[in-house]
């Protein structure tokens, strides 16, 4: 049996005529569409000389499109690696030298620069993609017969790389195979009970794993429909939930909802579930939101290296402030951080995980990959929490200096150190506080050098060129000197203090 991803999802595929995703713009695509236009891209793929296990990195807007080229590599047997669209020119020359794809795929609109730095970064075949239907590469499927053969992959087969940042150094690509995207995709349609009756509302991006494979994979397997937007646009979500059954979205979603007027219960009767994960949910929005619509959000929990460990339950008290149980197959313990001995039921420690979810290493890193797991086979994730009495389970704080900002991951290593490279910064902390729309804001704290005169705006200009957008502090503020213990670290726990009221 051929374990290709894409061949396990056209198994369970059947109904060929059934929509599998409506546009913004009336636009629908039925399941045989979707088998036709990702063989074609498959076969393009195979034409530009991509084998099995190339890379095709992909930096393109959200389209449905895009669905087809992901399902395309994957039929090619192809990895796919998608790229943030917010990257930076310098950003993209990392991810392009480090994975060096067979073929690098962009927006026309940058064509030009993102071909020089491609051929610096020895990934001279650059293709053109555009939301619009226009591109060199599509225009090249469309000349294909739209007949392929799904290459055979085991479930060990890499699938995809996603990037992640680490709290120093660089970033890692992390493999996920043909068996953690399937497998996964499978526990979780069966938990949130997903049927081919569904209509998701899908309005994440669709670089990441939220938007990407739980969103995508799980709608594939069960043969249910999406409407795709091309991103959050709140007077359209408030148009799209009537005809709805599901939403996912990062905690920003929901409160973004709640904070318009004509978002009640009489609006999402359709619904039958909102899920929400990448960062946390507070207690607050999830009663505010209950209070409402009736609804309790469903909170889950994940990361790129493991995708979904553990939900709050389909039929049973969804509890705010927790993640929930581990899903079926997968095994979640706490553990002492540094000795890495399972912890007590409601002591605090290391969340660890283990199950055919978890990544199987980070591309080319080794060393990285050897540090993250215990001799016995679990992932150490970097973040804390603890089980309650119940099992469910709480995540209490993180290991890893990160802020999430509307469910996007910020490394203040990263922030701090394009701020540390600007003319008249002598230094910098980075920092993460509450904000009302993105949950944390990333907040600068930095020292100028013999009394530069450094304007927030100038500073927040000269880092456009070297960050996305963002990663780019919503603050910079300025002082004499940062708080420092007698070790002379910087004491980030009082700059979080300072400044927690700064976006309120
Ligand atoms: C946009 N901006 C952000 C931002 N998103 N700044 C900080 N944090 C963010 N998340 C910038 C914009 O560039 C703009 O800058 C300004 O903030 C205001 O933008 P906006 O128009 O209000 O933002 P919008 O385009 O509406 O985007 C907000 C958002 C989006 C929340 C809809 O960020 C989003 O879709 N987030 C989802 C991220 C995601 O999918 N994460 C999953 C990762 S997977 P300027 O300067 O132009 O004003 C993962 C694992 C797991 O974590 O468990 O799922
Ligand atoms: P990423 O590296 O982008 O995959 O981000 C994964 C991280 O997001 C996890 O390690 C957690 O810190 C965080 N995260 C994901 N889901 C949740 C959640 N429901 N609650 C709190 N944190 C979450």
Known sequence: MNTNLYSVIKENIVDQEKTFAETQDGQIYSYADLDRRSAQFAEALVDLGVLPGDRVAAQIDKSIEAIFLYLGCLRAGAIYLPLNTGYTA???NYFL????????????????????IAIVA???NVETFASDGTGSIIDLA????????????????????LYT?????????????????????????????????????HALPIFHIHGLFV????????????????????????????????????????????????????????????????????????????????HAILERYGMTETNMNTTNPYSGERRAGTVGMPLEGIEVRITDPESGNVLKQG????????????????????????????EDGFFISGDLGKFDAQGYLHIVGRDKDLIISGGYNVYP??????????????????????????????????????????????????????????????????VDRLPRNAMGKVQKKDLRESYSDIYR
């Open 215 to 294: 969103a995508i994979n799980i709608t594939l397997f069960a043969g249910s429909s999406l409407i795709f937007l091309p991103g959050f646009d709140l007077a359209e979500i408030l148009h799209q939930l009537p005809r709805s059954t599901v939403m996912m979205g990062v905690p920003t979603f929901y409160t973004r909802l709640l904070r318009s007027e004509a978002f009640d219960q009489d609006l999402v009767s359709q619904v039958r579930l909102f899920v929400s994960g990448s960062a946390p949910l507070s207690p607050e929005t999830h009663k505010e939101f209950e209070l409402r619509t009736g």
């Open 90 to 92: 310098s950003e993209i």
């Open 413 to 478: 290593a990263e922030v701090e150190a394009a701020l540390d490279a600007i003319d008249g910064i002598a230094e910098s902390a980075v920092v993460g506080v509450p904000h009302q729309d993105f949950g944390e804001g990333v907040t600068a704290v930095v020292v100028a050098r013999d009394e530069a005169d450094l304007s927030e705006d100038h500073l927040k200009k000269v880092l456009t060129d070297v960050l996305a957008k963002y990663k780019i502090p919503k603050r910079i503020i300025c």
């Open 165 to 201: 940042s680490g709290t120093t150094g660089r970033s890692k690509g992390a493999m996920l195979t043909h068996g953690n995207l399937g497998s996964n995709a499978q526990a979780l349609a069966n938990a949130w009970r997903f049927t081919s009756e569904d209509v998701l509302l």
């Open 97 to 116: 030298r480090d994975a060096s794809p067979k073929v690098a795929v962009c927006r026309p609109e940058i064509e030009t620069q993102f071909r020089e």
């Open 122 to 124: 020895d990934a001279p």
């Open 142 to 161: 469309a000349t294909k017969s739209g007949d392929f053969d799904t290459v055979d992959r085991s479930p060990e087969a890499p699938a995809a790389i």
């Open 347 to 374: 002591e605090v420690g290391m969340i660890e995980i283990k199950g055919p979810n978890v990544f199987k290493r980070y591309w080319r890193m080794p060393e990285k990959t050897e540090a993250k797991f215990r």
